[in-house]
T-cell receptor, first 112, second 114 residues
Framework: QQQVKQSPQSLIVQKGGIPIINCAYE??????FPWYQQFPGKGPALLIA?????SEKKEGRFTISFNKSAKQFSLHIMDSQPGDSATYFC???????????FGTGTRLTIIP | DAGITQSPRHKVTETGTPVTLRCHQT?????MYWYRQDPGHGLRLIHY???????DKGEVSDGYSVSRSKTEDFLLTLESATSSQTSVYFC?????????????FGEGSWLTVV
């Protein structure tokens, strides 16, 4: 049972473009939605996270947009750079639950 | 990097043999996790621990067992490895159960079952 659906599976964007990765969740009890970034040969690392009481959160060039009614959230990367090339995972969890449910990942490539 | 060490980092083993992966943390975090990562499936939780000798199953626990005899060590055992268990295994830790607490991942253990 996949509770967090992520798309696209892969994405190629030119440098300076704005890649957008989308996620949809099923569990309405989820109240924490992090994004993890993973470089080849490394473990995932927390990039940015949002709670459903806000519709948008920005940290540097990374922005999460959140639509509670649609049960969807997305990651936008402004002024993308080749160094942003990585695999990105969205996830969800609910308060008091020590487990994260991950999406299937998006492999992002930024071409110069 | 969070103080997480996984060993071995790479292993090739034969079908039917037992395999143990070790995760060691220096952060004194209460929660420890084992995930596997496979193309098209993302990261899936195998087992997790919420304290010494306290463990529970994740979504893909069949064929795996875990043990935690000390706060800093969490072992994942494949009793009889199968080719479907060829994967990258990640250990992770977190400080508390409450959502919003960051989960930190180790660098992974690449396991090939031939």
């Amino acid at each position: 049972q996949q509770q967090v659906k992520q798309s696209p599976q892969s994405l190629i964007v030119q440098k300076g473009g704005i890649p957008i990765i989308n996620c949809a969740y099923e569990n309405t009890a989820f109240d924490y939605f992090p994004w993890y970034q993973q470089f080849p040969g490394k473990g995932p690392a927390l990039l940015i996270a949002i709670r459903p009481d806000v519709s948008e959160k920005k940290e540097g060039r990374f922005t999460i947009s959140f639509n509670k009614s649609a049960k969807q959230f997305s990651l936008h990367i402004m002024d993308s750079q080749p160094g942003d090339s990585a695999t990105y995972f969205c996830a969800g969890s609910n308060f008091g639950n020590e487990k994260l449910t991950f999406g299937t990942g998006t492999r992002l490539t930024i071409i110069p | 990097d969070a103080g997480i060490t996984q060993s071995p980092r790479h292993k090739v083993t034969e079908t039917g043999t037992p395999v143990t992966l070790r995760c060691h943390q220096t952060e004194n975090h209460r929660y420890m996790y084992w995930y596997r990562q496979d193309p098209g499936h993302g990261l899936r939780l195998i087992h997790y621990s919420y304290g010494v000798k306290d463990t529970d199953k994740g979504e893909v626990s069949d064929g795996y067992s875990v043990s935690r005899s000390k706060t800093e060590d969490f072992l994942l055992t494949l009793e009889s490895a199968t080719s479907s268990q060829t994967s990258v295994y990640f250990c992770a830790i977190s400080l508390s159960a409450y959502s919003g607490n960051t989960i930190y991942f180790g660098e992974g253990s690449w396991l090939t079952v031939v």
